[in-house]
């Protein structure tokens, strides 16, 4: 049984504890700037292998936090899917640290180096952004995702995780934690907000009173709209994944189905599940009809167009918010496009610029199309499901970001770092 919540009353306490936090981070970043390599990944190791071994803790307390968001009778079944961890995910979580270790660090890695006229030699080397704040809903193993990431950038973080979560969130931090205690690293690089109320993610946006240099949103797109327009520190993040995949006419049959169903139902409540199936008109005769049915019969509800309804009675009309729609469920809008030209078209009018996909045995269609669309991540041949950091060789991913500054796509440890110049020189001064 998880300990009881830490009681905070009233507003001015949640203040008080709030600043608290941020400048015991603020802290905390410094201590973690100037930590070697080693140090880090010592940390890194006994948080793995806490995980490992507070596996049956974990997952009593997630049972917990399941149970409740059942009871409430308010959560839909992709949310508890996002919601439930398992010994394989908690594997998974832990599997992820590991892979966070074994990456070369990017702290102090100099990207640049020249020398100007004048002898000054010039260095761009990569530095941490300070201190991250993620603000995330239901998913609890966004809790060790982000902590090790910041961890091995040499960021601290402040992780205020979503009231469902809770439990499965603190036994969690208690393991990463630990890891930062045997290491001999401060408490408070990794920090998770110990209360449920609301107010405190308000408090974060602020950026408590400069402690926090960037935020990232986890969670679904009432939650990072709010951060976008409230937020007064810089944000990564993404709105929503409206996903597509394009069946180009050159496609391989059985390839463009495994894909379409991967990309669709291996796990509907994703980011980076599609949610608009696109078939090129050419082939629309031979290609359309099976991937409808192979979706209506994996259990999928397939909204389409005059043509694909005409490809089966189950087929439902579509509707234009259709094409606008991240359903993360098992819900598909499907068109008939003319050719890749029209498939970028389509994209590039209802789109989030997260994740696209096209399948294609022409060179020139699928070249045009990753060089075409402007989404953070363009696959060929490749399920849209492999948006995700830990498949990218990151390790894990703190979030994924389609903005197009600085970082874009699966966030990883390099991504949270920034850059300064270091200018050597033997006494120049300028005329």
């Known amino acids: 049984m998880a300990a009881p919540l830490k009681a905070v009353d009233g507003n001015a306490d949640l203040q008080a504890l709030m600043s608290d936090l941020g400048t015991r981070a603020r802290a905390a970043a410094r201590v973690l700037a100037l930590a070697p390599p080693e140090q880090k990944n010592r940390a890194l190791e006994a948080m793995e292998r806490a995980i490992r071994a507070s596996s049956a803790a974990i997952l009593a307390a997630n049972a917990e936090d399941v149970a409740e968001a059942r009871a409430s009778g308010n959560a839909t079944s992709s949310f508890i899917d996002r919601l439930t961890l398992t010994p394989a995910r908690i594997e998974g979580m832990a599997d992820g640290i590991g892979i966070v270790r074994g990456i070369a660090d990017p702290v102090g890695i100099v990207t640049e180096s020249w020398q100007r006229p004048n002898g000054m030699r010039i260095e761009r080397v990569r530095v941490p952004l300070g201190v991250v704040g993620v603000i995330f809903e239901s998913r609890p193993n966004v809790a060790a995702d982000a902590g090790v990431l910041c961890l091995k950038s040499g960021n601290a973080v402040i992780l205020r995780g979503g009231s469902d979560s809770f439990r499965s969130c603190r036994a969690i931090h208690e393991c990463l934690v630990q890891g930062l205690r045997e290491a001999g690293l401060p408490e408070a690089a990794i920090t998770l907000v110990p209360t449920r109320d609301r107010a405190a993610v308000g408090m974060m946006l602020s950026g408590l009173n400069g402690a926090v240099d960037v935020i990232v949103p986890r969670g679904g797109k009432s939650l990072v709209a709010r951060v976008e327009q409230e937020a007064r520190v810089p944000v990564f993040a993404h709105l929503e994944g409206v996903n597509h995949v394009y069946v180009d006419a050159s496609a391989d049959l059985t390839m463009a189905k495994s894909l379409v169903l991967n990309a669709k139902m291996r796990r509907t409540g994703v980011c980076g599940a599609a949610e608009t199936l696109l078939v090129d008109r050419a082939a629309a005769g031979k290609n359309l009809k099976p991937l409808v049915e192979m979706l209506i019969e994996a259990g999928c509800e397939v909204r389409g ?66 060089s075409e669309v402007d989404s953070a991540i363009v696959l060929h041949n490749a399920s849209t499901q492999f948006a995700d950091g830990g498949e990218f060789g990151f390790g894990a991913e703190i979030g994924i970001a389609t903005g197009r500054f600085h970082a874009r796509g699966p966030v990883g440890a390099e991504q949270l770092t920034s850059f300064k110049y270091r200018v050597h020189g033997t006494g120049q001064t300028r005329p």
């Open 305 to 370: 167009d005059e043509t694909v309804q005409g490809t089966d009675a189950r087929v439902k009309p579509a509707s234009e918010d259709d094409w606008d729609t991240e359903y993360l469920d098992a819900i598909i809008a499907a068109k008939v496009v003319d050719g890749v030209d029209g498939a970028i078209a389509h994209i590039q009018n209802h789109g989030s610029h997260h994740t696209d996909a096209i399948v294609s045995a022409d060179e020139a269609a699928a070249k045009k199309f990753l």
